[in-house]
């Protein structure tokens, strides 16, 4: 480390600092549009890529200094891309107007169980799919037992198709999000696993 | 004796003061540990527009008075670092205890603002939106606590020449609990 005096550059990154800091909060005070906030995150963004590089002195360290903190902010990110799908998923499938404090959040939803759920499937699903899982010999609906790959799919992905209903060479699957509740589809997938496949 | 103002714990693997490679290696925990929690944060939050109402109920004035005090805290640490580069071993003490006085005054803003939405009805179990705020804010708290204690022995020590480098990593840790409020404070207070 140098000994010459970088007092005054240090002092100038402050006032910048500080100037980002208050341009946020006039912004947040005029307007809550998306792009107001959206602008206010890449002002913290800067700000912290400000203190990372010329506090820390980021900007001064090897190579893979610098990829350490970069792999770092990778697996921030990988989870954010990696989990945001399910979390869009789980909320389309709640009704437009549940969505409020008193509507139980998907984020509370309990364990699938086996046994609601086969009440449910014995409701709604028995029709097409059939008591065995097998839909008649696949020729009213998807067979479970006929073909593993159905169930080797994730509890996201079949609760899409449960959610959004599916289109396919057998025929057409209507949604059921307008009748069952998550939670009920939850306890169907729980009861799919258990009577017609193993856990993936 | 040993002049520790020359730092003299190079790895010849790194090339790289010892202490500062483990430092960038646990700030990048942190940065996993606080990237997971605000990431958990937005996608709630995205999901929840009605948030924003409990979003008003933070004190603006008081983040924003605490962001002001973090940033020139952040300051404060980097002159002692400089400072103690220039081997100028009182006025980096002083500086890094600035910096401590930094993390107080942060600190009993923040106790006032806790007690303000205790008040108002706002507490942990409130709801999600009030969960995640004082599990974020109190656990960034709890760094601003480590924060000023890991700067307060180094500037005990500098004073002395000892322990320079010391400087330099409570710094670091210090412009990281920085870092995090610079992103928590429009989290939770300006997104309303």
């Known amino acids: 480390m140098s000994a010459e005096n970088h007092d005054k550059s240090y002092i100038a990154i402050w006032g910048v600092l500080l100037v980002a800091m208050i341009v946020s909060l006039v912004l947040a005070e005029v307007s809550g549009a998306g792009w107001v906030i959206a602008v206010i995150f890449l002002v913290a963004t800067a700000k912290a890529w400000l203190v990372v590089s010329r506090f820390m002195h980021l900007s001064q360290e090897p190579r893979w200094i610098k990829g350490v903190m970069a792999g770092a902010a990778a697996v921030v990110a990988c989870f954010l891309v990696g989990v945001w799908g399910d979390v869009a998923l789980a909320w389309s499938v709640i009704p437009a107007g549940q969505a409020t404090p008193e509507a139980a959040p998907v984020a509370e939803l309990q364990a699938g169980n086996a046994e609601k759920g086969a009440k449910v499937y014995g409701t709604y699903c028995v029709g097409c799919h059939g008591a065995d899982g097998k839909a008649n010999g696949g020729t009213t609906g998807a067979s479970f037992v006929d073909d593993p790959s159905r169930l080797a799919k994730s509890d996201?992905?079949?609760?899409?198709?449960?959610?959004?209903?599916?289109?396919g060479t057998i025929g057409v699957m209507p949604p059921w999000k307008g009748t069952l509740q998550p939670q009920q589809m939850v306890d169907v997938i729980a009861h799919l696993r258990a009577s017609f496949g193993a856990k993936p | 004796m040993v002049d520790s103002s020359t730092i003299q714990v190079y790895r010849t693997s790194t090339g790289l003061?010892?202490?500062r490679v483990a430092m960038w290696w646990f700030l990048a925990s942190e940065v996993a540990i606080f990237g997971g929690l605000i990431?958990?944060?937005i996608m709630c939050r995205v999901a929840h527009p009605e948030w924003?109402?409990?979003a008003e109920y933070t004190v603006?004035?008081?983040g924003a008075f605490n962001t002001i005090v973090l940033?020139?805290?952040?300051?404060?640490?980097?002159?002692?670092?400089?400072?103690?580069?220039r081997r100028e071993y009182a006025r980096a003490a002083n500086l890094l205890w600035a910096t401590v006085g930094g993390g107080l005054v942060f600190l009993c803003v923040k106790a006032y603002e806790y007690?303000?939405?205790?008040?108002e009805g706002f507490t942990p179990v409130t709801n999600l939106f009030w969960g995640f705020y004082f599990f974020m804010t109190?656990?960034?708290?709890?760094?601003?606590?480590?924060g000023m204690s890991a700067l307060a022995y180094v500037a005990t020590k500098v004073r002395h020449g000892k322990l320079v480098e010391g400087v330099e990593y409570a710094g670091m840790y210090w412009h990281l609990v920085d870092i995090i409020w610079i992103f928590l404070f429009p989290l939770l207070y300006l997104a309303s």
């Open chain 2, 39 to 41: 990431m958990s944060f």
């Open chain 2, 71 to 85: 940033l020139t805290s952040s300051l404060s640490a980097v002159l002692a670092h400089a400072a103690a580069a």
């Open chain 2, 115 to 119: 007690s303000h939405e205790i008040h």
């Open chain 2, 138 to 146: 109190g656990l960034h708290g709890l760094h601003v606590i480590i």
């Open chain 2, 17 to 19: 003061p010892t202490g």
């Open chain 2, 60 to 62: 603006n004035a008081a």
């Open chain 2, 52 to 54: 924003s109402e409990y």
């Open chain 1, 156 to 167: 996201a992905e079949i609760m899409a198709s449960i959610a959004d209903g599916k289109t």
